[in-house]
């Protein structure tokens, strides 16, 4: 697991620095609203359409391959796009084709990463280990930013897409090294077509109770949550003065939130009851946008802003492992698609509707309505059957079914 762990996090961290580089060029190339659009939408829309097809082929290939795969690809349209650049070749459509490449190529690797998890983990440890994986994450948001200022204006924009190749390679060849078994499919399951098992996915959603309320929760909350990471930084503007140290203050308080609820989650709160952890963390999103919107002062809203990134760890992990825990393995794939179709389309279906909107009302209102919103749809969402069916389920920590080869890949990883 810790080889996973390391080679995860060195592939990410390149992916992040090029994800900061692209939209500071394409901001500061063009200079247009317009652009930095397409640019979102290039890199959200491809992950959202292609994930469902990803989730598939995570539950009928080997997850390991198919990560390798796909980051060897985003790792190949990368290296061809640092190439073309290098001898002039800079159209804006060039680099939003590269763009989409690599948010298509997520698109697969993400529902396989979530999938392998629960494979290399053992049942006991998957809350711990899911909330080191997003300490790591949020460690990643707070050191990519800087890393991607500093080498963006020593070197400029080529360079960067060589060292995303790199830690690509470094990833790929530290996954080769982790033994990550092919699940057996029942006979049934193993004539499946791919239209079958994409059919069957989605069935099995609607028949799980649990599953299908923790899907629905996940979206409404994370939609709604969209309205902070979006606007504030247009509130800090226009109520607190728009000096650049506010801005980047901003940022730095929310991934102290993100990194400090990372560090909980995997020590003291790793054992806690995954669906309380989620409960008190949505409660504390609709107080903390609240707040947002009612703070009289910056130092208030920085402090309402490391709270809010405080409380994504304890919900984002909570919710991971209890669809790891509960979800039968052989669909974790075909489950985490619809998942990452969710944390895909959320920025720009969020962009579309609270980016107008902010020009329309009071931001301030805007944050209080969304606030209260959330505390009111979770208390909606507990009382409808389904909510009530997913606590009997959820209050007593499932044990995973061992899947074929679990134990030698743990004692694998562990020796």
Not at 38 to 65: E, K, T
Not at 125 to 145: D, E
Not at 224 to 245: D, H, I, K, Y
Request: hydrophobic residues 60%.
């Amino acid at each position: 697991m810790v080889l996973f762990l390391i080679g995860q996090t060195v592939s990410l961290f390149g992916s992040m620095v090029v994800q900061f580089v692209v939209m500071w060029w394409v901001t500061l190339e063009t200079g247009s609203g317009s652009a930095v659009a397409l640019y979102a939408v290039a890199a959200f829309l491809p992950q959202g359409l292609i994930s469902l097809f990803g989730g598939v082929l995570a539950d009928r290939m080997n997850r390991r391959v198919l990560v390798m795969t796909s980051d060897g690809v985003i790792a190949a349209a990368t290296m061809t796009l640092a190439v073309l650049m290098s001898t002039g070749v800079d159209e804006l459509w060039i680099l939003l084709l590269a763009v989409a490449v690599r948010s298509a190529g997520a698109g697969f690797q993400t529902p396989a990463v979530q999938a392998m998890i629960p494979q290399l983990v053992p049942a006991e440890q998957l809350m711990r280990v899911n909330g080191v994986f997003q300490t790591i994450q949020s460690a990643m948001a707070l050191l990519a930013p800087a890393a991607a200022g500093a080498l963006f204006a020593a070197f400029g924009i080529v360079p960067v897409f060589f060292l995303d190749v790199i830690t690509a390679v470094i990833g790929i060849g530290l996954l080769a090294l982790v033994a990550v078994p092919t699940l057996e499919r029942a006979p049934g399951q193993a004539a499946a077509t791919y239209r079958q098992d994409l059919v069957e996915g989605a069935q099995y959603i609607r028949s799980q109770p649990t599953v299908r309320w923790l899907l629905v929760l996940y979206a409404a909350i994370f939609l709604l949550t969209v309205a902070p990471s979006f606007v504030t930084p247009l509130m800090l503007m226009r109520s607190f003065g728009s000096q650049e140290w506010k801005l980047a203050a901003l940022e730095i308080v929310f991934s102290l939130g993100m990194l400090l609820g990372g560090i909980l989650i995997s020590t003291g709160l790793a054992e806690r009851a995954r669906m309380r952890l989620i409960l008190v963390a949505v409660n504390g999103f609709g107080i903390a946008t609240v707040g947002l919107g009612l703070s009289p002062t910056v130092w208030v809203f920085f402090g309402f802003m490391f709270a809010l990134g405080l409380l994504v760890p304890p919900f984002s992990t909570s919710f991971m492992t209890l669809l790891q825990e509960t979800v039968e393995p052989t669909m974790h794939g075909r489950v985490f698609g619809y998942v990452s179709i969710v944390m895909a389309m959320a920025t720009p279906i969020g962009m579309a509707v609270f980016g107008p909107l902010a020009d329309l009302v009071s931001i301030r209102a805007m944050l209080v309505g969304t606030g209260l919103t959330m505390i009111v749809v979770l208390s909606i969402a507990t009382r409808t059957p389904s909510g009530r069916a997913a606590f009997v389920a959820t209050s007593v920590v499932p044990q995973r079914p061992s899947d074929t080869g679990h134990a030698e890949a743990v004692k694998a990883l562990t020796t």
